[in-house]
């Protein structure tokens, strides 16, 4: 079994896979129960295949005909910090300015699953993201890292920076045993930090109020109370790794892929964001990156939100050029409540 996984390691390490470890088809209690009252409670928000999933029964268990091992892998995306948005600019989130991590990984995965298959004649499917897997969960349980408040998987290594994936098969592999000594204690600054106030004391996090969802996920208008909290957010949000102790070790990532920074220094022009005036311009500068998920109607609904927060009033102008110019109710909306916001004089009484 060891020389199994020692074989897996030495295929992890050639394709530049930060962290290969294994866990057993079983997570203890907390992981399935805390999910089941998080879709309960309705945090997922419209992202409706996690609740489909759970009505469905579908999990790690039931993709294959006899899992037995979960393998489970961390890649580091970690480069160095973006620089200050100016107050006509947005900031996207470090893991979407490089090649969407989708396409990279899943890459990697496949040349593990085939040689699962073919050498070993094992089943293996692989997820990253996509699949009925608490990938957070077998993470922990594999020693990847420990969950913390925020409910990102912190890794001795490096931190938080890490995009995980799984690889489900029928052959048996030692479980790895975690033995991470880091912990929060009694840290709460990624709760003090959030703008929005998305993470409870319980270790979850409220979607519905969340800067990453409400910038990426959610699809329809932002609710008017929380736009003005999401500060200069455009695409997904870093805050609350950015203020984790924990991130302080990370090394910058060695996959060539993610090397290549591809958004100037993470920020972007909002000028240029409000006058893309079709999709396939969105897609000229886009193309490839995991920004391209909002389309061009989430992302340009974003920018009118972080042209709102950003007390700029050279930014009236291109707004009402949008407001002239777009049929579209969503972005019409947005536009206007950015105008207001901008122009709205206080109160002189
Ligand atoms: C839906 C989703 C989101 C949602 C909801 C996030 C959330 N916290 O639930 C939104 C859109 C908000 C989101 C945002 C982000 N996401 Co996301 N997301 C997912 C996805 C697809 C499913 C997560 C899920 O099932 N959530 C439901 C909750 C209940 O489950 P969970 O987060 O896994 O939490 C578990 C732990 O909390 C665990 N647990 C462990 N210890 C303890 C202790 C106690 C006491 C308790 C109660 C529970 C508990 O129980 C839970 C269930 O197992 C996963 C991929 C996957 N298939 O797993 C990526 C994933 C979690 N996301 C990821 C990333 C990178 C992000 C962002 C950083 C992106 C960004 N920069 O904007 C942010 C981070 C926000 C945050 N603080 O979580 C990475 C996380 C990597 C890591 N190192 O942890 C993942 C794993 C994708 C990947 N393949 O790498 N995401
Ligand atoms: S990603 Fe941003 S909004 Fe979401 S929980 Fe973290 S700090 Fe809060
Ligand atoms: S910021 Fe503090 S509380 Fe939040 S995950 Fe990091 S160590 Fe834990």
């Given at each position: 079994m060891s020389d199994r996984k020692n074989e897996l390691i030495l295929l992890a390490q050639s394709l530049q896979i930060d962290v290969l470890r294994v866990a057993s088809m079983r997570l203890a209690p907390k992981h399935q129960d805390t999910f089941e009252r998080w879709v309960g409670e309705g945090c997922h928000g419209e992202m409706n295949y996690l609740a489909g999933r759970l009505a469905d029964g579908r999990?790690?268990?039931?993709?294959?005909p006899e899992p037995r091992s979960v393998i489970t892998i961390g890649v580091n995306y970690y480069h160095e910090p973006r620089r200050q948005p100016a107050s006509d600019e947005g900031a996207v989130s470090r893991y979407a300015v490089m090649r969407d991590y989708h396409k990279v990984i899943t890459g990697k995965l496949k040349r593990i699953a085939r040689m699962i298959e073919t050498q070993w004649g094992g089943a293996a499917r692989y997820y990253v993201d996509t699949g009925p897997v608490l990938e957070r969960a077998f993470a922990e349980s594999a020693g990847v890292g420990y969950v913390g408040r925020n409910t990102c998987v912190v890794s001795e290594t490096h931190g938080s920076w890490i995009f995980l994936a799984v690889i489900i098969t029928d052959i048996e592999l030692a479980p790895d045993e975690?033995?991470?000594?880091l912990r929060c204690g009694t840290c709460r600054r990624c709760i003090d930090a959030c703008p929005t106030a998305a993470i409870s004391e319980g270790y979850t996090v409220d979607a519905r109020r969340c800067i990453s969802y409400l910038t990426i996920?959610?699809?329809?208008?932002?609710?008017v109370e929380l736009r003005p909290l999401m500060g200069n957010w455009l695409f997904g949000c870093d805050i609350c790794q950015d203020v984790c102790p924990h991130n302080g070790r990370a090394l910058p990532t060695r996959v060539e892929d993610f090397k290549k920074i591809r958004i100037g220094e993470a920020v972007l022009s909002l000028r240029e964001l409000l006058a893309i005036a079709d999709d396939a311009q969105f897609l000229e500068r886009?193309?490839?990156?995991?920004?391209?998920?909002?389309?061009r109607r989430g992302l340009l609904r974003n920018a009118c939100v972080v042209a709102g927060n950003s007390g700029d009033l050279s930014l009236v102008e291109p707004l009402r050029e949008l407001i002239g110019r777009e049929a579209d109710e969503l972005l019409q909306e947005h536009a206007q409540w950015a105008v207001g916001r901008l122009t709205a004089r206080p109160c002189q009484c």
């Open positions: 999990h790690a268990g039931t993709v294959i975690n033995t991470t000594t996920e959610h699809r329809g208008p932002v609710p886009f193309a490839g990156l995991p920004l391209t998920r909002t389309k």
